[in-house]
C-alpha cells in the first residue's frame, strides 16, 4: 500500500494459499488448559446460589416487563407501527431470553451451583421453556468443548477438509453469499442441528438430538435423553393429549 505508483504483479496464488497456511498455528500451544486454570483468580469458580438465582430473577423480570409493555401497547398502535414495533420486540426479547438460555448453558456445565440436581433442575426448566432439550444439548455440547475443531471428534460446526466441500460452496464464498449463509444459520441451523444433526458430527446412522437410542449417547444418558424429550413443549403437548385421551378412554369420560 502507498506504493507510490509503482506497479507489482499479484502474488501467484499458489503462494498466497501457503502463506496462508504457514500462518495458521498448527502446533500444540506452549501452555495447558491446567495453566490457563492456574491463570485465573480463584474466587472466579467460586459459585453462588444466590447471585446465580439474581440473574435467573433479573433476565425474566425484564422478558416479563418487555412482554407486557408489547402486548398492551403494539395493538394499540396503527398498521405499520404496530408491524415495526413488533419486529422490534423480537429482537429485544430475543437478545433478553438469550441471556436465559446461557444460564441454563452454564447448568448443563455444572457452572451455577454446587449442587449437580439444582443445576439439571433450573437447566431442564429454563431449557425446555426456550425449545431446547436440556440434557440431550448439555452432553453434545460438553463433548464440543472437549473436541472443539476436531475433524473426527467435534459435535457441532465440524470443520471440512476442501475436498469435501459442497458443490455450491464456491458460488458462496462472497459477501452476499456469507450475509445469506449466516441467515439460513441463524434462521434455521438450531433446529436443523437439534433434529437432523445438520452440520454435526458424522455417525454410521441417523443422529437427532430427541432420540434416546440415538448414536449421539451412550447406555448411561438415555434415561435423561427421554426426561428432556418429555419436558420439551412441542413432544410433551401431544403426548399430553394422547395421555389426557388414554385416560378419558379408559374412564369413559367424554369431556
Ligand atoms: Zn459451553
Partial sequence: MGAGGRMSAPPPKKSVEADVHRRVPYTKPPFSVGDLKKAVPPHCFNRSVIRSFSYVFLDLTVAFLFYYIATTCIPSLPLPLSLLSWLAYWVVQGCVLTGVW????ECGHHAFSDYQWLDDTVGLILHSAL????????YSHRRHHSNTGSLERDEVFVPKPKSELAWFSKYINNPPGRVLTLAVTLVLGWPLYLAFNVSGRSYSRFACHF???GPIYNDRERTQIFISDVAHPPIAAPLRLIGVGLVEGCSGDSR
Fill in 102 to 105: 446461557v444460564i441454563a448453558h
Fill in 131 to 138: 425449545l431446547v432439550p436440556y440434557f440431550s444439548w448439555k
Fill in 211 to 213: 432420540d434416546p437410542y
